[in-house]
């Protein structure tokens, strides 16, 4: 026989006791278990007490929370959330003790309560902040206890309850002395590189003081262990110093990182390591590429000054390394007039002075450096590019100079040179981490590719957009292909012609085919709302499964998730904090939090929710807007999401939208109404393949002259 609905089995462990089993039974209030599983182990004060799961967050139970206690669960008695300040009293004088064990045993209960932001709140305002910092500054802490403390640390400065500009440089001195030593414990240096990250984030006075502290040697030489936590932690910290470098100086280090092999060390240890790449990684890495092309930002917005005899001379040195054979004639008018024709030759648009074809930004001076590397770097591939187009005289001719102008402008925007990395991007490209000039080398494979597909189109100075519309295509697809060094995205392009071009867009075309006939119009129309009914229950059941997000500010702290899920009823969201990301779906019981669907009132998007109207670096870019979506609900309250990437975006979107009665428009509905109205048209057409389907509906023939008519069934 079944136990009645309301009795649960469940596990009650205390410290140094061995744990309860008992049945408990859902109809007695809280508190007279409580006081029950109290007597078990003779403790007196029940009301100090609490229950709380003993596995994930470790939430509280309360009454309003306790129906979601399955059979078998693990819960620990605890001290009440409504006795934190006595806790944090305590635990502040456990920690200054002079017995190292329970010293040692207070450090591990407050790194795990510090990630409560309640009891954050009374701990620090004990002073607790001070107190481990000079627990940290006095340098007499080692191993397990000094992981535990910085651990407490940096879990209560991640609340934002304290300025980082109130840290010490004595502090600081401490923590670095932790990088900069070649041996030290793992989860030390984990925990020191972590704190000098966030110090740099959150405070420009802080970022001058750890850039004295830090050397940017001694960073790389963690790159080159086995451990990629150490790694991640790394080059997360070299990020943070270049996002927050002064422009003056982003060069000066760039230059230093070069001298010190960032790129191969990146390469070898990193990328061509034996261990697959996490995602968090794949940021990091994706972080530092973008901050490495943002170096080219200045010059990208550089106009070039015509009456600048330096950088005039720039565009003189392409014009003679492509015609050196021909002897200049004597005369002014005469060279004048042959320099003309050169420019002319290289396709400028400006024949008499080219300068003025780069005074436009973006692309502005990178144009020119570019084409002047091509010219001395890959001098038989410029001259053969420029004389191959400069002796036909068939209107074919592929314009070199307007050409590199706009590539380079079309790579810039391909690269996003100048935005902001955005927080929930893993988009790195491993090729580039191949080559001390990848910039440089890319420009001139994809010149190469826009010379060879301008004669593939046989293209005319008019066919100039269309022409760029398909080197784009080109270059975005082979990216998209995640090349691993030059050669391989020179293979990609091989591969990617001006007939392959075709072929897929034909291809492309043929799958999102749309009849345009009047009797396929209106089987669309009918199968529309059966379709639209199928996404939406699809986006619930996902909604129903759940979604793990990042909380915001802390891209770099692994244990900051939080998952929310929709109820099997639809009637509530469940929500709450996690400490890692997780591997499958998240049981309602450990999601503390909840909104009653019936509460919500409206779901915005991008600019108008309240998280991203606040001011941060890595926050207010345009991708980010993109996966920004608030539930807003009553009385007044929001929950604030960063959907991870556009899909789930979508998804969430979609299904709080349909539970709200509301029209589901996102383009990835727009993308699968479309493929499944294809589809289920292409399967209901199945018999009229090759029938021509008229544009009208046959006539209705006359009527019989007499209905004296039978049919014989024998």
């Not at 100090?48 to 399955?70: H, M, N, V």
């Not at 605890?78 to 006595?86: C, D, E, N, V």
């Not at 270049?242 to 070898?268: G, V, Y």
């Not at 990395?421 to 420009?443: I, K, L, S, V």
Request: with cysteine.
């Amino acid at each position: 026989m079944p136990p009645p609905a309301d009795i649960v089995k469940v596990a009650i462990e205390w410290p140094g006791a061995n744990a309860q089993l008992i049945e408990m039974d859902q109809k007695r209030p809280l508190s007279s278990i409580i006081r029950e599983v109290c007597d078990g182990w003779s403790l007196s004060g029940s009301e100090q007490f609490a229950l709380r799961y003993a596995d994930g967050p470790q939430l509280y139970i309360t009454e309003q929370s306790r129906g979601d206690i399955k059979n078998g669960t693990i819960l620990r008695l605890a001290i009440s959330p409504f006795l934190q300040a006595r806790a944090a009293r305590q635990l502040l004088e456990r920690i200054q003790s002079h017995g190292i064990d329970a010293r040692l045993e207070a450090l591990k209960e407050l790194a795990k309560l510090s990630a409560d932001p309640t009891f954050a709140t009374e701990f620090i305002n004990m002073e607790g902040i001070g107190t481990l910092a000079r627990l940290v500054e006095s340098g007499t802490h080692f191993g397990e206890m000094l992981a535990f403390t910085l651990t407490a640390f940096l879990e209560l400065m991640d609340h934002g309850i304290v300025s980082w500009d109130l840290i010490s440089l004595s502090f600081i001195k401490q923590i670095a002395g932790y990088v900069n030593q070649p041996m030290v414990d793992v989860s030390i240096l984990q925990r020191s590189l972590a704190i000098l990250e966030s110090m740099v984030l959150n405070s420009h006075s802080l970022y001058h003081r750890v850039a004295q502290e830090i050397t940017v040697g001694q960073l790389i030489g963690h790159l080159q262990v086995s451990n990629q936590e150490i790694q991640t932690y790394a080059i997360a910290l070299i990020n943070a110093l270049f996002l927050k470098a002064p422009e003056d100086r982003r060069q000066e280090m760039a230059s230093t990182l070069a001298q010190k092999h960032l790129r191969s060390i990146i390469l070898n240890h990193v990328i061509r390591g034996n261990r697959p790449i996490k995602a968090e990684m794949a940021h990091q890495l994706y972080v530092l590429q973008v901050l490495t092309f943002n170096l080219l930002e200045e010059r990208m917005m550089t106009k070039m000054d015509p009456n600048d005899q330096a950088q005039r001379d720039i565009i003189f040195e392409l014009r003679r390394i492509a015609f050196d054979g021909e002897n200049d004639p004597t005369g002014t008018e005469k060279r004048k007039a042959m320099y003309t024709k050169d420019y002319k030759m290289l396709g400028f648009t400006n024949h008499v002075n080219p300068a003025m074809d780069f005074t436009q930004t973006p692309p502005g001076m990178l144009a020119l450096d570019n084409m002047l590397y091509l010219a001395k770097v890959h001098q038989d591939t410029y001259i053969r590019i420029v004389l191959e187009n400069s002796s036909r005289e068939d209107k074919h001719e592929c314009p070199f100079g307007r050409c590199a102008i706009e590539l380079t402008r079309m790579l810039c925007e391909i690269l996003q040179v100048g935005e902001l990395p955005n927080e929930g991007c893993n988009d790195y490209h491993p090729m580039f981490f191949t080559h001390d000039r990848a910039w440089e080398e890319f420009f001139c494979v994809c010149i190469q590719l826009l010379n060879k597909t301008w004669k593939e189109m046989r293209a005319t100075a008019e066919d100039f957009n269309k022409v760029m519309q398909v080197v784009r295509e080109q270059i975005t697809r082979a990216l998209a292909m995640k090349p691993s060094s030059i050669d391989q995205l020179k293979n990609k392009l091989r591969g990617l012609n001006y007939s392959e071009i075709l072929r897929l867009r034909q291809s492309e075309r043929m799958s999102q085919d749309d009849f345009q006939s009047p009797p396929i119009i209106e089987l669309r129309e009918r199968i529309q709302p059966e379709i639209l009914e199928l996404i939406k229950q699809q986006r619930l059941n996902r909604l129903c499964e759940g979604s793990c997000f990042r909380k915001l500010g802390n891209r770099r702290r692994q244990e900051k998730f939080w998952f929310c899920r929709l109820s099997l009823n639809h009637k509530v969201l469940h929500y709450g904090d996690l400490d890692e990301s997780p591997q499958g779906e998240v049981p309602f019981e450990l999601l503390s939090d909840k909104i009653p669907v019936s509460d919500i009132k409206s779901v915005v998007t991008g600019k108008d929710c309240p998280h991203m109207k606040e001011k941060s670096a890595l926050k207010q870019n345009k991708e980010v807007l993109e996966l920004a979506f608030s539930v807003l609900y009553d009385p007044d309250e929001t929950l604030n999401f960063v959907a991870p990437n556009k899909y789930e975006y979508c998804i969430w979107t979609d299904g709080l939208c349909a539970l709200l009665g509301r029209e589901m428009g996102s383009d990835l509905t727009r993308s699968d109404l479309d493929t499944l109205i294809s589809m289920e048209m292409k399967l209901r057409l199945l018999d009229l393949e090759n029938i021509t389907i008229p544009e009208a509906p046959p006539p209705v023939p006359k009527e019989p002259s007499s209905y004296n008519f039978t049919y014989n069934y024998s």
